[in-house]
């Protein structure tokens, strides 16, 4: 296997093939992208240094930014108006069935900016079918195993085509294609509180949610109105300083949880340290990057979550460039620090950074 098939934000495939080449050239592999623009994905071949199970062997998933979610391709499969399933089966039996003998269930997906219901409805109805089918054929081991386990993953383009291949049971995504699915409160004053959501999600780790989270901490939202941000640091029942020029929302503020201060989220900063910093203000990335820098130098924050606004082009570029500045301006700090970087389900043309102090 010599393939990968990765996921990201539809219109963001060079930005992720471009961060697969690098990564694999960091490890002693190289190999080539092929995207289609604007479909969410891109195949990746190995040309050579490793395959496509040695890579993943090597490169976790959360050390991504643009690809979301991947899979070892194995084969695309045409499927036939008859016996879909039996195409499928046979085309698997072809490579030597061996392949899948870790599989202990088969998903099946479509795209992200997929527009027609009809293919969500075929695929989710063809799991059953296509999953008798294949263990029948000795395709598809124990449905008891453990969900840590790798998955068969068929990955329908229209109803004539499908990508099949297998989800690393120890380096993939918690959710399908990398994509939570997260459900705005009626009482959230916008729906930016779904990112943060979402990055705390993505970006902590599972097992200590509560560490991070829990335990009555004080919080600073930068550019925080109407208060989306903010709702959910109240929401982990934590004290917030809201700093922005405009207006927050009037149930948000009737909590007596948040204090608002009018002012340049660049510029406030707070006369004693907070545990959590969060910045979603829509500026120049590198802009934000020193920013936060600044809180970490001053040790005015222990965690922070903050957006990086990408240009239209070089996105990737600068993401490298507002990383190494980060690094940089913290080399000497008198305590370790951890950076995470994703490109959210609900982001757009940004990625969300989680950066915490580990002394």
């Keep these: 296997m010599n393939q990968l098939l990765a996921f990201c934000r539809p219109g963001f495939e060079s930005e992720a093939g471009r961060e697969l080449t690098d990564a ?58 008859k016996d879909r399933v039996g195409a499928v089966v046979e085309a698997l039996r072809a490579l030597g069935g061996q392949v899948t003998g870790e599989c202990s269930r088969v998903d099946v997906r479509v ?151 009018r002012a340049d989220g660049y510029l406030w900063r707070p006369k004693r340290s907070v545990d959590w910093m969060v910045c979603d203000i829509v500026d120049k990335p590198r802009r934000t990057a020193a920013m936060v820098s600044d809180w970490f130098n001053d040790q005015l924050c222990r965690y922070s979550v903050f957006n990086l606004k990408l240009p239209m082009k070089k996105r990737y570029d600068e993401w490298l460039l507002c990383r190494e500045l980060l690094e940089a301006r913290l080399a000497d700090a008198p305590f370790g620090f951890r950076l995470r970087a994703r490109q959210l389900y609900h982001d757009r043309e940004e990625i969300t950074c989680f950066l915490e102090r580990t002394d």
């Design 24 to 81: 694999a050239a960091a490890l002693g592999a190289w190999g080539y992208f092929t995207p289609r623009p604007g479909a969410g994905w891109l195949s990746f071949t190995l040309a050579g240094g490793l395959d496509a199970p040695g890579l993943l062997a090597q490169l976790p998933l959360e050390a991504m930014v643009f690809v979301r979610d991947w899979q070892l391709l194995l084969t695309e499969v045409p499927l036939p108006d």
């Design 111 to 261: 795209g992200e900016n997929s527009t027609d219901p009809d293919l969500g409805r075929f695929a989710r109805k063809w799991v059953a079918p296509l999953s008798r089918a294949l263990r029948g054929a000795g395709l598809l081991g124990d449905e008891e195993e453990s969900r840590a386990s790798d998955r068969l993953e068929l990955f329908l383009l229209d109803f004539t085509s499908a990508f099949v291949g297998i989800s690393p049971g120890n380096n993939r995504a918690r959710w399908p294609m990398g994509i939570p699915r997260l459900k705005l409160p009626a009482s959230a004053p916008s729906r930016s509180a779904l990112k943060l959501e979402e990055a705390w999600k993505v970006l902590l780790p599972a097992d200590r949610i509560l560490d991070y989270l829990g335990g009555g901490k004080s919080a600073v939202d930068l550019g925080a109105a109407p208060g989306g941000w903010t709702w959910q640091l109240v929401q982990q029942g934590m004290r917030v300083t809201a700093v922005d020029n405009g207006p927050m929302d009037d149930d948000l503020m009737a909590t007596g949880m948040v204090t608002h201060v």
